[in-house]
C-alpha cells in the first residue's frame, strides 16, 4: 500500500450464521482471497451484534447476511428487528473501515482529502422502507454523514455538531432511484463534506458549522443499517453492491 494515498477496493466476504436464527450452513461464495479486505469490519445482525474482524473476512467467512450473488455483487442482508449494536436501535450488516486492523482508536481527521465510492442497489426493504446504505461516522461521536434510501430516494443526513445539540441538515436528490442500481460518493476535504449522487453533488462546510469537528476522527461505513427496530422476521433490507473503494489523500 503506498502512502500517503490508499486506494481500497471491496470485495464479498460471506459469514457463518448465528443466534436465534440460524439456519443450516450453505456454500455460499466467498472471494475474500480475490479482494482487499484487510482495512474493513463486519458487523452482523445477529443477537450479538457481533463483529468479524479483517483476518476472518480475508479468509473467506460466510453466511446469509453477507454473500455473493450470482451475478457476482456484494449482498448486505439485515432482518427488521434483528440484533443491534448498543448505541443503537437498528439492525445492520455493514462494513466499518479500519485504517489499522489492530486499533479500532486509529482513523482519519477531517483534514486531507478522503472518498468513499459506489455503485448499489437497494434490493428489499422492511415496512419502513429506510436503510442507511453509506456513512462517515465519528470515533466516539455522531455519525458525520448518513446517505439514506427511502421509499426510492435517496437523503443526506448531515449533524451539524458532533456532540450537543441534535440538529440534523438534510438534502433529498432530486432524482428517484428506486429499486434500480445508483452511484454515489460521499467526500470530505480540509472540513467540507460532498454527498454526491447520480451526477447531483451536495456540498456542506461542517468545519465552519461547528469548529468541534476539528478533533473529531472518522471512519466510513457501508452496506444495509435497517432503520427498522420492530419488523417481524420476514421483513429484511437487503442491499447489493457492485463497487466499493476508499481512497485518501494528504
Known amino acids: 500500500m503506498r502512502r500517503p494515498f490508499i486506494c481500497l477496493s471491496l470485495g464479498l466476504l460471506v ?12 456454500d ?37 447476511y453477507f454473500h455473493l450473488s450470482e451475478s457476482g455483487a456484494m449482498v448486505f442482508i439485515a432482518p427488521a428487528g434483528a440484533g443491534t449494536t448498543k448505541n443503537s436501535d437498528y439492525p445492520r450488516s455493514e462494513l466499518r473501515e479500519v485504517l489499522d486492523p489492530a486499533d479500532d482508536n486509529r482513523n482519519w481527521s477531517g483534514s486531507g482529502f478522503h472518498q468513499l465510492k459506489a455503485s448499489c442497489r437497494v434490493m428489499q426493504a422492511p415496512s419502513t422502507e429506510k436503510i442507511i446504505v453509506g456513512q462517515i461516522h465519528g470515533f466516539d461521536a455522531r455519525p458525520l454523514v448518513k446517505l439514506q434510501w427511502q421509499k426510492g430516494k435517496l437523503r443526506a443526513l448531515i449533524k451539524q455538531h458532533p456532540k450537543g445539540d441534535n440538529e440534523d441538515l438534510s438534502h433529498t436528490f432530486s432524482v428517484p432511484v428506486n429499486n434500480d442500481l445508483f452511484s454515489y460518493s460521499i467526500e470530505v476535504r480540509d472540513g467540507v463534506l460532498s454527498v454526491e449522487a447520480n451526477g447531483e453533488r451536495f456540498s456542506h462546510d461542517f468545519y465552519a458549522a461547528d469548529p468541534a469537528w476539528r478533533d473529531v476522527a472518522f471512519y466510513f461505513k457501508a452496506g444495509a443499517y435497517v432503520q427498522d427496530d420492530d419488523g417481524s422476521a420476514d421483513e429484511v433490507g437487503e442491499v447489493q453492491f457492485t463497487e466499493l473503494a476508499v481512497h485518501h489523500g494528504g
Do not use: F, M
Open 15 to 26: 459469514l457463518g450464521g448465528c443466534g436465534k436464527d440460524q439456519e443450516p450452513q450453505r
Open 28 to 64: 455460499y461464495a466467498a472471494p475474500g482471497s480475490n479482494y482487499d479486505l484487510s482495512h474493513w469490519k463486519l458487523t452482523l445482525p445477529d443477537d450479538q451484534a457481533s463483529e468479524v474482524r479483517a483476518e476472518k473476512l480475508e479468509a473467506g467467512y460466510a453466511s446469509r
